[in-house]
């Protein structure tokens, strides 16, 4: 029996139909981060795993908002999975609603390395300047970092504290062959970590090594502030300092046994700069290590399992501040090996070696002096 072949009507009516599927699930995904934040913010979900099951007014007595938003907020996460009612029979007022332990984690456990709840306040700080966003698009400038706001720079800092504070120092560090020896030595070993943001992958180096001393490098003061805060509660602020400066200035000269740039390069105007201010920074036996987005050699159309991630973020984010100041790379987020190798032998490096360390989301290289 022979198949039916379909029509080009057909097909073109399953691409669309799948299409429209596509865009209602996406539209679903928009919800869930932007009612995640709320709870997130508002501290519902923290109340919740604490405290509940709770009705509306019970939640809303223990976070201080109003019961009918609370309400309407508990109903929603329940129809969309993220939240479970005990009893849905029950009149709206004597509902108990609870969160799930294994989605406590993700939303309320802040040490957990599947905490994902800072995705969402990401995820709104991206979306900040649209206005902005659009002139970029239309006459080839930027948009400065310090327009996309507090949700963008705390947002980032939350997703990869757990990481800087639990494998940065046990487990990334310890690749480099001596690294470890060194750090754990006298006398103290120098550190600059180059675009540290909110201070987690500083603190983290000085958790684990008690005798370094680290110094942070940012061109955000809202960060920069932020991570001095950090390193105050951390404990570490007598050997963790911070500074409002560019890697890339000339008068940065220091005697480094490391240097460090996680997650930033691919943001820079200017990245060869600044990897040769890097390359300056270290001693004769230093090493710099840059951590950058785990994206594939070349571009394919369907990408590998996590370039989706990254090329929003960089159409939203990453390029538009990369682009802000001019002549720019325009590097953006998907900043492929061969890229960064470019630019590291541009700034004097012999070569570039890809660490063995296996994360979900990023790749670790060894700068060759």
């Given at each position: 029996?022979?198949?039916?072949k379909?029509?080009?009507?057909?097909?073109i009516?399953q691409?669309?139909?799948a299409?429209v599927?596509?865009?209602?699930?996406?539209a679903?995904?928009?919800?869930?981060?932007?009612?995640?934040y709320?709870?997130d913010?508002?501290?519902?979900?923290?109340?919740l795993?604490?405290?509940g099951?709770l009705?509306s007014s019970?939640?809303?007595?223990k976070?201080?908002?109003h019961?009918?938003?609370v309400r309407?907020?508990?109903?929603?996460?329940?129809?969309?999975?993220?939240?479970?009612?005990?009893?849905?029979?029950?009149?709206?007022e004597?509902?108990?609603?609870?969160?799930?332990p294994?989605?406590?984690?993700?939303?309320?456990?802040?040490?957990s390395?599947?905490?994902?709840?800072p995705?969402?306040?990401?995820?709104?700080g991206?979306?900040?300047?649209?206005e902005?966003?659009?002139?970029?698009?239309?006459?080839g400038?930027g948009?400065?970092?310090n327009?996309?706001?507090?949700?963008?720079?705390?947002?980032?800092?939350?997703?990869?504290?757990?990481?800087f504070?639990?494998?940065?120092?046990?487990?990334?560090l310890?690749?480099?062959?001596?690294?470890?020896?060194?750090?754990?030595s006298?006398?103290?070993?120098?550190i600059a970590?180059i675009?540290?943001?909110?201070?987690?992958?500083?603190?983290?180096?000085?958790?684990?090594?008690?005798?370094?001393?680290?110094d942070?490098?940012?061109l955000d003061?809202p960060s920069?502030l932020?991570a001095?805060?950090?390193?105050?509660?951390?404990?570490v602020?007598?050997?963790?300092?911070f500074q409002?400066?560019d890697?890339?200035?000339p008068?940065?000269?220091?005697?480094?046994?490391?240097?460090?740039?996680f997650?930033?390069?691919?943001d820079?105007?200017n990245?060869v700069?600044?990897?040769?201010?890097?390359?300056?920074l270290?001693?004769e036996?230093?090493?710099?290590?840059v951590m950058?987005?785990?994206v594939?050699?070349?571009?394919?159309?369907?990408?590998?399992?996590?370039?989706?991630?990254f090329?929003?973020?960089?159409?939203?984010h990453?390029l538009?501040?990369?682009m802000?100041?001019?002549?720019?790379?325009?590097?953006?987020?998907?900043?492929?090996?061969?890229?960064?190798?470019?630019?590291?032998?541009e700034?004097g490096?012999?070569?570039v070696?890809?660490?063995p360390?296996?994360?979900f989301?990023?790749?670790?290289?060894?700068?060759?002096?």
């Open positions: 029996m022979h198949q039916k379909q029509t080009s009507t057909e097909v009516n691409v669309r139909d299409f599927e596509r865009l209602l699930k996406s679903s995904g928009v919800f869930d981060i932007f009612t995640i709320i709870g913010m508002l501290g519902f979900y923290k109340a795993a604490k405290h099951p009705t019970e939640l809303a007595s976070t201080d908002t019961e009918r938003y309407e907020w508990l109903e929603q996460q329940t129809v969309a999975g993220i939240l479970q009612v005990q009893n849905p029979e029950a009149d709206a004597h509902r108990k609603f609870k969160i799930h294994g989605h406590a984690e993700v939303l309320v456990e802040r040490d390395l599947n905490y994902l709840a995705l969402a306040q990401i995820t709104i991206a979306v900040k300047p649209l902005s966003l659009l002139n970029a698009y239309r006459t400038g948009v400065p970092y327009e996309y706001g507090a949700n963008l720079y705390e947002g980032q800092a939350g997703m990869n504290r757990a990481m504070l639990q494998q940065l120092g046990t487990e990334w310890p690749a480099i062959p001596g690294l470890k020896t060194r750090l754990e006298d006398p103290p070993a120098r970590d675009g540290c943001g909110a201070g987690w992958s500083s603190i983290g180096i000085a958790k684990t090594y008690p005798k370094v001393l680290v942070g490098f940012d003061e920069v932020l001095r805060k950090n390193a105050e509660e951390a404990g602020s007598d050997r963790v300092k409002i400066r890697a890339g200035d008068t940065v000269a220091g005697n480094y046994d490391l240097v460090t740039a997650e930033c390069v691919h820079m105007s990245p700069t600044a990897l040769r201010g890097m390359r300056n270290t001693n036996k230093g090493v710099v290590l950058d987005e785990r594939e050699e070349r571009f394919t159309p369907e990408g590998n399992d996590v370039e989706w991630f090329y929003g973020f960089s159409v939203l990453c538009p501040v990369g802000a100041e001019q002549p720019s790379a325009g590097t953006g987020a998907v900043m492929r090996p061969g890229i960064l190798k470019r630019y590291a032998e700034a490096f012999k070569g070696e890809i660490l360390i296996e994360n989301f990023f790749r670790f290289y060894r700068l060759i002096k």
